[in-house]
């Protein structure tokens, strides 16, 4: 792999910028692999990384009907925090978090991982009560989380309003300082240019279109829009695509997919230094390092494939931002655009075996696992590996619902993203 | 048994201030929520002297009583506060059919708004179109208003009868009242 | 915001109605296995492509109902009646 | 200054009125009619803006709604402050104070250009090469600094002072744009008599034609026409923005902004979203800039905004011009340009040997023309000042002076409506470029949009999309031939690695950038896009994304079809946030419910909290009492005499039928065939997954009819719940519901002296212990209004909720607070009725449940009607996590050592204090309060197997120390509940 760095960058500089190479190769299907994955966001890119680094696995495709990056990955609000409540929560996201500190070195790429700090407002005695809660357990995980004043929140953030007479004000906040954002596309890109250069064979233009089982009822291989792969162990990490998927193998998952939008104002100097998030009145704002403002809204009510939502949803929105930050009322949308969410019954992911012998599913992230992008990857890539969960997501099973052991991270606290 | 002499109670509107020009607070108006299956259908509609067999979304006006059809089983009758007799002359009509009436005269209040602008200013906020032909006099339904639920009623061209929730009433006036600043009448 | 055809009132807007869900999942009697109560409680053909759905015209005759809508597209093939059968 | 650069005749600006302005506080002058940048124009000011990334010296390219360069700040203070507007969108009016963007200190001396010095340093993609080392350093060094380069304009510091407006409209055709093609569409479906809409960008409808003095009289006639039609709503300064589903079309119309420092009593725009039953995109068409070493300089210009400048601004954009073309429609303007009196000193046209009425008319006026001709390379610091021209292929160059370039690629249909519409669009060869193909929507495209190109073309597809919208027979289409242009670099047979040819002017994305995208492996166009941020600026590359498809598909040998355009989105052109938010500001930002008691509570002070969108009195202070205070106060009178609660925002449910009963019983976990008329029951509802959603007491009114309440934030969810099963699963009963939960007002009168303050007030009721015990209720009448009074307590003391008319809560309320004066009544609220409950052991649904809690969790088992044979969630309490007995937590009481000591609400359990992190923990405390009755802290917690554990010794780790707490029953007070039956 061409080594990035700025000594690098000098030197294409003075050489007309000949000497980039590809950052992933364009590979066409081999018949067979050890091991393929279906969806090439960064959870599918990044499993293959971490199968191929840390499992030692070779020979090793992603398969993407798309282009890489090109579904949620690329269409999220990049926040990134990890002050769940539950402790299999707290486990799982503070382990991803822990990765992308570490990320931009491991992949010798820039993912511009910015702990700017994540806080979440309060608006009401209830609110108080979930947040707090929150705080008490994350302390005793050892995830950063604080609870400001409504004073204390607009030092933090100063475009905040915290005037006591507004119809929601702001009765105080929790901050989790280590939270903060990562460039997207980045993330996608590292990981499949670390992930080519120990072999991976990343396809784009590859739709899976059915899932191929021997007589024992293992996974042999996937039928594909460019022919047919063998492989003997199948990842489905297809977010809002999942049950798409999980059908052609004959199962039926706890999922529901919905549009999720976003929206990005015109571009402006740096206003907005953190990350700020109200589940009460339903808004998500950041500033991005190119300026604009990056706004989340909600979901739409029904199920939907076509990546897009409706305008009262962003409206909505758009409602609660300018009465948080009422100069933004100006502020003119630049572009706005959904995504298909794929939600659990509790809101929880799914990185487990399925009951298909060699088909693992690693889905149900919902609006909220850009953050989880290398944990989740590098638990999968462990799964895949052994046959096995790891701890961290043992509990994150199919069999959860059945028994009733769900991780209501949304019934305890009503926290998107 | 009361040993007090009890004074008879005051009532407070949930309107309380004054509302816009175009905006007329309605009298008190006893209301009812009715529900018919089929086979009571006509029996009610003979007890009470409305035609229940109106169609969906439609209201029929008697004398002084009215009952819009808000869903397929489903009417809102209103009438002045003083009109006690609903509930026994539904009784009296429907003697063993089934019927379900529930009082909801303090549920909600009326307003009406009527002018020349006064479509335009619930299509600020309401999504429903609202033109002679998709919504013409004797038209009411059920539907949003911003935020509310509202019961909308066409009492005329120009002229609206809104049903709302009382604890909802200060919110859809003071909107009302807020996209009517731009209108001259 | 969709235009949804209420088999009571006729065309309205999306923002009267509720949403339900899968339609045709019927509810479980409480004798069976955990498996067939976790299939009713949880699973969801989640289908892209044609999909029957529940709406409740919530802010307007008040009656659930359903749809078949795709789910690439978003346009309604039909709505029908509780109890009625798809066209 | 004067406007050197206007024209003495001519153009559409009324001369009379003289406009004055300012530009980065230097006053100018401009007439009524202009543009912002035309006005810049007429003062001969091309220099406007800095580039985004390269902070390149910038001047105006367009006249109009693409214009990727002349941003800048408009706004007289700060709350009318809007960044990055488009000077060519932008109407002149009096007092109108602009300022640069970008540009630090000054436009024409700006250190941030220190970039476009080191600009080899800065290829596409440059920031994900680097800034990596050492740990740390990104968020604490290099972002930061990136952060202050990027951005254009800045945010206003205030908030906006304007109003804002919205309206939903609905009609039979909308038509978008309201050039010749949109004016004729208009008119033909309006004489059907359908409801039509015309919206157009523009202050003037007219479109193209506004800068074609020759078709006034025509423009004048069809104008004329429009006026005739009543069913026709003409809304000029109108953009339509998004294309929604099922035909809703978002637009934004600006009702006073370009009025300018206008008062903020009027909307300053309405958001309309309009149904259509048809819609007409006629939006016209786009000129394409050339891509050609350094293209960016100002003074380089499209060839029909130049063209627009003198004809409809007359506006002379320059003295000396050089024309870059590959499209006829460029020698219209150097002919337009040179009978304005500016010099065309070549007119370069890339093509080998073109010919037509264009060229001809140019020739005819003496106008040089080098065809198959190029310029590579020009020069100018702040303002162009030569190009080098040079035959294709040929080594040698011509440099000829200029102080302006026009340049013109040909015409991009806009097509981005129906892009957004989902309608495929089809690729026409002949052109070039896109058109609508297949719509997905009801949507039919007209004119310039649909690719003509003639006038006579533009005015019979407008007019045969308006019969076709109308369901009328539709003449063919007048046949015309079309001209392509040319798209991507230019050839100029320079070393690649040295020039930078511009795509994108505003994010400052090269021809190079492009190519350097595709050799990385980024080959998609999404890729290319994101990778390069070419197409993503603020204009979304109005101008540029089918250059950067020319450039792919030429470096890669792919053609344009096979590799797709990028996905249009909304919105069109950037919309203000206010658009959107529209009414909903402050107190309408969402419905603020006040029960019919609020206003009394209002007067005596009480503290408000939001409980979902009601305000509930928290507290009812006295002098200077703190909560804390208050609330003792309030709980000891109410344990020692009698206290008053405003319960009117508990939902109620009225349900009735023959069936009500058995509905009850399969909707609750409690039995309720047995229930008697006249008795009252605590009721517990599951979701069917087996956890509690709501509770509630129900009672039975008469066989059938109940009188069911539930939580006040639930009571809507309920509502909807129960109505799902009635209708959908449970059809074989009659029953019906009614939400009464506003119908009543709900008085709660607490304390052992309850019943001595209501009675006299009580008429055709018995309301002794004997004849009305715990749990019953009764229809009769309090203060003379009709009730039904129920005896219920939700405070361990003797008590009764009073549901009166709610016009009448009020006067009711103060005829007991009146009656309750001498036994010493206190008005207390939520937080006081917390306390009293917690002391009781009575949970909050939402506060010890959260969604994820059995009935057996909080030691509800009781309530379960086992003999049922279903209700919602009973199959789910089997499962086996639901019931396990040891793994679960359970609802206890608290107390800890200090009983001074009130614990905070959300601390968590543990058994040991001293274990390392991360601590296994057992539980969380979700309820937590200074109680005055047992005088001291009290709390309950939910508790990993709590009850087995009561008696035992916990602890709650607190940063810096950890508090003892032993676990108790969760009942602290009157546990065998004497106190209820007083
Ligand atoms: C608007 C929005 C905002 C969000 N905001 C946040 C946020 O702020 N923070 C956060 O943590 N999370 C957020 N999320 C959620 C987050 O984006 C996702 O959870 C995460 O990106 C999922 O990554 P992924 O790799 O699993 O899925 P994706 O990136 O969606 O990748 C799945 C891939 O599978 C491919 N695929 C599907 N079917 C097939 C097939 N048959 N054959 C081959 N390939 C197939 C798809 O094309 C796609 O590329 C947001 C999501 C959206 C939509
Ligand atoms: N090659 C060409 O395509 C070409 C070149 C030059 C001139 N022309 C001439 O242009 C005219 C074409 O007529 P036409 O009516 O098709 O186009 P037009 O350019 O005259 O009118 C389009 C109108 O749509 C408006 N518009 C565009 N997008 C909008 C939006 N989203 N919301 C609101 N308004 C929007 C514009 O402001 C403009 O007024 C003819 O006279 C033709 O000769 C065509
Ligand atoms: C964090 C973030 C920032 C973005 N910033 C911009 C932007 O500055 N300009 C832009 O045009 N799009 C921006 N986008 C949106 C993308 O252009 C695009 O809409 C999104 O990736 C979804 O893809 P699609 O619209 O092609 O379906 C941004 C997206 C994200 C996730
Ligand atoms: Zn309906």
């Given at each position: ?16 910028q000949k ?9 066409a ?6 091991a393929i994955?279906?969806g090439?966001g960064?959870?599918?890119l990044?499993?293959?990384y ?26 999220n ?12 929560s ?11 500190e ?6 010798n ?16 005695v209830h ?11 994350n302390?005793?995980n ?12 607009k ?5 905040l309003?915290?005037?006591?007479g ?25 990981y ?17 279109t ?16 460019r ?7 199948l990842g489905?990490v297809?977010?809002?695509n ?47 390092d190119?300026?604009e ?22 409206s ?16 003119r ?9 794929d939600?659990?019954p ?35 890539a462990?799964?895949?590996a ?20 769900l ?7 009503a926290?998107?993203? | ?19 816009d ?13 009715l529900?018919l ?15 229940f067999?109106?169609?969906?979304n439609?209201?029929v ?10 869903g ?31 009082d ?10 009527a002018g ?6 619930i ?7 609202l ?17 509310a639920?509202i019961v ?15 604890s ?18 | ?10 065309d ?5 109605f ?8 019927v ?15 949880y ?15 919530a802010?307007?005759?008040g009656?659930f ?6 789910t ?16 | ?6 024209l003495a ?7 009379r ?5 300012t530009?980065d506080?230097?006053?100018m ?5 202009d ?9 001969g000011v ?9 902070h ?5 390219v ?14 007289r ?7 990055n ?6 109407e ?17 001396r ?6 476009d010095r ?9 920031y ?9 350093a ?7 600094r ?9 945010s206003?510091?205030a ?21 010749p ?28 034609l ?25 809304l ?34 309405r958001?309309?979203?309009v149904r ?24 380089i210009m499209?060839?029909d ?8 601004y007359?506006?002379?954009p ?11 429609d ?9 009978e304005a ?25 003496g ?26 292929g ?18 991009t ?13 089809a690729?026409?060869?002949a ?45 063919a ?8 242009g ?14 930078r040819?511009f795509v994108?002017?505003?994010?400052d ?11 990385e492996g980024f ?14 600026a ?31 989105r909304m919105?069109?052109?950037?919309i ?17 419910r006040?029960t019919p ?28 009492e ?6 003792a ?5 109410v ?6 609660f ?12 023959p069936d009500?009963a058995?509905?009850l ?11 008697k008329?006249?008795?009252l029951r605590?009721?517990?509802?599951l979701?069917e ?14 066989d ?14 309920v ?16 029953v ?32 002794s ?26 405070t ?5 909720e ?28 939520t ?10 052991g ?33 199959r ?31 601390a ?7 274990q390392?992190?991360p601590?296994?923990m ?13 005088n001291?802290?009290i ?23 950890s ?5 108790t029953d ?13």
């Amino acid at each position: 792999m061409q080594k990035f760095s700025a000594f690098a960058l000098a030197k294409e500089a003075l050489s007309g910028q000949k000497g980039w190479t590809r950052q992933w190769r364009d590979a066409a299907p081999k018949p067979a692999y050890e091991a393929i994955i279906v969806g090439g966001g960064g959870h599918g890119l990044g499993t293959a990384y971490y199968l191929a680094k840390k499992h030692g696995l070779r020979n090793i495709a992603v398969l993407e009907k798309g282009w890489i990056g090109g579904g949620n990955t690329g269409r999220n609000t990049t926040i990134i925090r990890s002050n769940y409540l539950f402790d299999e929560s707290a486990a799982l996201y503070d382990h991803s978090v822990k990765l992308w500190e570490g990320l931009s070195a491991d992949l010798n790429y820039n993912v511009m991982f910015s702990q700017r700090g994540v806080m979440m407002l309060s608006h009401n005695v209830h609110d108080e009560q979930v947040f707090k809660r929150h705080v008490h357990a994350n302390r005793l995980n050892g995830v950063d989380n604080e609870w400001l004043s409504p004073d204390q929140a607009k030092s933090f953030c100063p475009p905040l309003n915290i005037a006591p007479g507004m119809r929601h004000a702001v009765t105080g906040a929790a901050l989790q300082r280590r939270a903060g954002t990562a460039r997207h596309d980045a993330v996608a890109w590292g990981y499949a240019r670390a992930a080519d250069a120990l072999g991976v064979d990343i396809i784009q233009n590859c739709e899976v279109t059915g899932i191929d089982r021997d007589a024992s009822g293992r996974v042999s291989g996937v039928q594909t829009s460019r022919g047919a792969i063998a492989t003997r162990r199948l990842g489905i990490v297809a977010a809002g695509n999942t049950s798409v998927l999980m059908a052609m193998a004959g199962q039926r998952m706890p999922l529901e997919s919905y549009p999720l939008q976003a929206l990005v104002s015109e571009p402006i100097k740096p206003i907005f230094p953190c990350v700020v998030m109200s589940n009460t009145i339903h808004a998500y704002i950041s500033q991005s390092d190119k300026g604009e403002l990056v706004i989340g809204a909600g979901t739409d009510a029904y199920i939907s494939y076509s990546q897009r939502g409706a305008l009262h949803i962003s409206s909505h929105t758009l409602e609660a931002i300018c009465e948080l930050f009422p100069m933004f009322r100006r502020m003119r949308m630049l572009r706005n655009w959904g995504g298909i969410v794929d939600v659990t019954p509790d809101r929880s992911p799914i990185i487990a075996k399925t009951e298909v012998p060699g088909l693992y599913v690693n889905c149900g992230w919902g609006t909220g696992g850009f953050k989880a992008t290398p944990g989740s990857a590098d638990l999968f890539a462990y799964t895949m590996a052994k046959d096995e969960p790891h701890k961290i997501n043992a509990p994150f099973n199919l069999e959860r619902f059945g028994a009733g052991r769900l991780i209501d991270e949304a019934a305890a606290a009503a926290v998107a993203h | 048994m009361a040993d007090i002499a009890i004074a008879p109670a005051r009532r407070t509107a949930p309107l309380p201030g004054a509302v816009d020009r175009r905006i007329e607070k309605s009298a008190p108006l006893t209301r009812f929520v009715l529900r018919l299956p089929e086979e009571s259908i006509t029996a009610a509609g003979a007890a009470l002297g409305l035609d229940f067999t109106a169609p969906i979304n439609r209201a029929v006006t008697a004398g002084y009583r009215m009952a819009l059809r808000l869903g397929p089983d489903e009417w809102l009758v209103l009438a002045p506060a003083a009109d006690a007799a609903i509930p026994g002359a539904l009784g009296a009509g429907l003697a063993d059919r089934l019927f379900s009436l529930v009082d909801v005269s303090h549920r909600q209040t009326g307003i009406r708004l009527a002018g020349p602008h006064a479509g335009a200013m619930i299509n600020a906020l309401c999504p429903l179109d609202l033109g002679s032909a998709a919504f013409p006099v004797g038209m009411a339904t059920r539907t949003i208003f911003a935020k509310a639920d509202i019961v909308l009623w066409r009492t005329g061209i120009a002229e609206f009868h809104l049903e709302i929730w009382r604890s909802f009433a200060p919110y859809v006036v003071s909107l009302l009242h807020e996209i009517g600043r731009e209108y001259p009448d | 915001m969709l235009v949804i055809s209420c088999p009571y009132c006729g065309d309205r807007p999306e923002i009267e109605f509720s949403y339900g869900g899968e339609a045709h999942v019927v509810r479980a009697p409480a004798s069976v296995t955990d498996e067939e109560w976790t299939a009713f409680l949880y699973q969801r053909s989640n289908a892209r492509g044609s999909y029957a759905e529940r709406w409740r015209h919530a802010h307007g005759c008040g009656r659930f109902f359903n749809a078949r809508r795709n789910t690439v597209t978003d346009f309604f093939e039909q709505t029908y009646k509780i109890g009625e059968a798809p066209a | 200054m004067t406007q050197k650069y206007r024209l003495a005749t001519g153009g559409l600006i009324d001369r009379r009125v003289t406009v004055p302005f300012t530009f980065d506080g230097k006053a100018m002058t401009g007439h009524a009619g202009d543009t912002l940048a035309s006005a810049l124009l007429a003062n001969g000011v091309h220099l406007v803006g800095r580039s985004f990334k390269y902070h390149r010296p910038r001047g105006i390219v367009s006249a109009g709604a693409e214009e990727p360069n002349a941003l800048v700040g408009v706004g007289r203070d700060e709350g009318h402050y809007t960044p990055n507007l488009r000077a060519t969108q932008v109407e002149l009016y009096h007092g109108l104070r602009a300022e640069s963007q970008n540009r630090t200190p000054s436009l024409e001396r700006d250190v941030g250009s220190i970039t476009d010095r080191l600009w080899r340093f800065f290829p596409a993609g440059f920031y994900y090469k680097t800034f990596m080392w050492p740990k740390g350093a990104w968020t604490k060094f290099f972002e930061p600094r990136i952060r202050a380069i990027a951005g254009l304009g800045r945010s206003p510091a205030a908030p906006d002072a304007a109003r804002y407006a919205q309206i939903y409209a609905h009609c039979d055709v909308l038509v978008i744009g309201a050039g010749p093609a949109g004016l004729s569409a208009a008119l033909a479906a309006a004489e059907t008599g359908a409801r039509v809409i015309l919206c157009d960008e523009q202050p003037q409808f007219g479109g193209a034609l506004l800068a074609e003095p020759g078709q006034s009289a025509w423009l004048a006639e069809q104008r004329a026409r429009l006026a005739g039609f009543a069913n026709i709503t003409m809304l000029p300064r109108t953009i339509a923005f998004g294309y929604f589903p099922h035909n809703m079309i978002g637009l934004a119309q600006d009702l006073t902004d370009h009025q300018g420092e206008t008062s903020d009593d009027a909307p300053r725009g309405r958001l309309w979203q309009v149904r259509a039953k048809q819609v007409i995109t006629a939006t016209g068409a786009i000129e394409r800039p050339l891509v050609f070493p350094d293209n960016d300089r100002p003074g380089i210009m499209l060839a029909d905004a130049a063209r627009t400048y003198v004809e409809r601004y007359a506006v002379k954009p320059g003295n000396r011009a050089v024309v870059f073309t590959a499209h006829d429609d460029a020698y219209r303007a150097a002919v337009s340009l040179h009978e304005a009196g500016v010099t065309i000193a070549a007119i370069v046209d890339l093509r080998e040997s073109p010919e037509g009425p264009c060229l001809d008319a140019a020739r005819a006026a003496g106008l040089p023309i080098r065809t198959h001709a190029t310029i590579i390379g020009t020069e100018g610091n702040l303002r162009v000042a030569a190009v080098s021209v040079a035959t294709i292929g040929a080594a040698n160059a011509e440099r000829i002076a200029c102080d302006l370039v026009l340049m013109s690629g040909g015409f991009t249909p806009s097509v981005h409506l129906f892009s957004q519409s989902r309608g495929k669009l089809a690729f026409d060869p002949a052109l070039d470029a896109f058109i609508p193909g297949t719509p997905a929507e009801p949507t039919i495209a007209a004119g310039a949009a649909s690719g003509c190109q003639s006038l006579e073309a533009a005015i019979a597809s407008g007019r045969a999309a308006g019969l076709s919208a109308t369901g009328q027979a539709v003449a063919a289409p007048v046949a015309e031939t079309v001209a392509a242009g040319f798209l991507g670099e230019v050839p100029h047979g320079r070393d690649p690695a040295s020039v930078r040819a511009f795509v994108d002017f505003q994010n400052d994305v090269t021809a190079k950038d492009i190519t350097l995208a595709l050799a990385e492996g980024f080959r998609s166009i999404e890729h290319v896009k994101r990778y390069t941020t070419t197409g993503m600026a603020t204009d979304q590359g109005k101008t540029s994304n089918m250059n950067a498809l020319g450039i792919v598909s030429k470096s890669l040998g792919v053609p344009i079809p096979s590799i797709g355009t990028t996905t249009f989105r909304m919105p069109y052109t950037p919309i203000p946030f206010g658009y959107f938010a529209g009414y909903a500001r402050g107190d309408l930002f969402e419905p603020v419910r006040e029960t019919p008691i609020h206003a009394w509570a209002a007067e005596q002070g009480a503290v408000f909290e939001d409980v979902s969108l009601w305000k509930r009195a928290r507290y009812f202070p006295r002098g200077a009492e703190t909560m804390h205070e208050a609330v003792a106060r309030e709980c000891a009178a109410v344990r020692a005499g009698v206290g008053l609660f405003d319960a009117s925002t508990l939902g109620k449910i009225e349900i009735t039928g023959p069936d009500a009963a058995e509905f009850l019983n399969r909707m609750y976990v409690n039995a309720w065939t047995k229930l008697k008329p006249g008795r009252l029951r605590y009721g517990i509802l599951l979701r069917e997954d087996g956890f509690i959603i709501d509770d509630g007491v129900v009672g039975r009114i008469a066989d059938d009819r109940f009188h069911v309440t539930t939580t006040t934030g639930g009571a809507a969810r309920v509502l909807n719940m129960m109505e799902d099963y009635l209708q959908t699963e449970f059809t074989d009963l009659k029953v019906w519901l009614t939400s009464t939960t506003e119908q009543y007002a709900v008085i709660a009168v607490q304390g052992p002296r309850a019943r001595e303050v209501i009675a006299p007030l009580v008429e055709d009721a018995d309301i002794s212990a004997a004849a009305m015990p715990h749990m019953s209720v009764v229809e009769c009448r309090v203060a003379g209004v009709p009730a039904r009074l129920f005896r219920v307590s939700f405070t361990g003391e003797l008590g009764f909720e009073i549901n009166v008319p709610a016009d009448y809560g009020r006067a009711v309320w103060e005829a007991i607070d009146q009656a309750g004066q001498t036994h010493g009544i206190v008005p207390y609220g939520t937080e006081t009725m917390h306390v009293l409950r917690a002391e009781k052991g009575y949970i909050i649904v939402g506060q010890e449940t959260d969604g994820t809690a059995t009935p057996d969790d909080v030691g509800l088992t009781w309530a379960i009607g086992k003999a049922k044979p279903d209700f919602v969630g009973k199959r789910a309490l089997a499962r086996t996590a639901l019931a396990s007995q040891t793994d679960r937590k359970q609802l206890v009481g608290l107390l800890t050592a200090d009983p001074a000591e009130v614990l905070e609400e959300g601390a968590h359990l543990v058994a040991d204090p001293a274990q390392p992190i991360p601590m296994t923990m057992l539980g969380h405390v979700t309820s937590s309060y200074w109680s005055a009755a047992l005088n001291r802290s009290i709390a309950l917690a939910m508790v990993r197997n709590g009850r087995a554990r009561i008696g035992e010794t916990l602890h709650v780790p607190l940063p810096g120390r950890s508090v003892a707490v032993t676990l108790t029953d969760p009942v602290f007070y009157d546990p065998e509940g004497a106190r209820l039956d007083g």
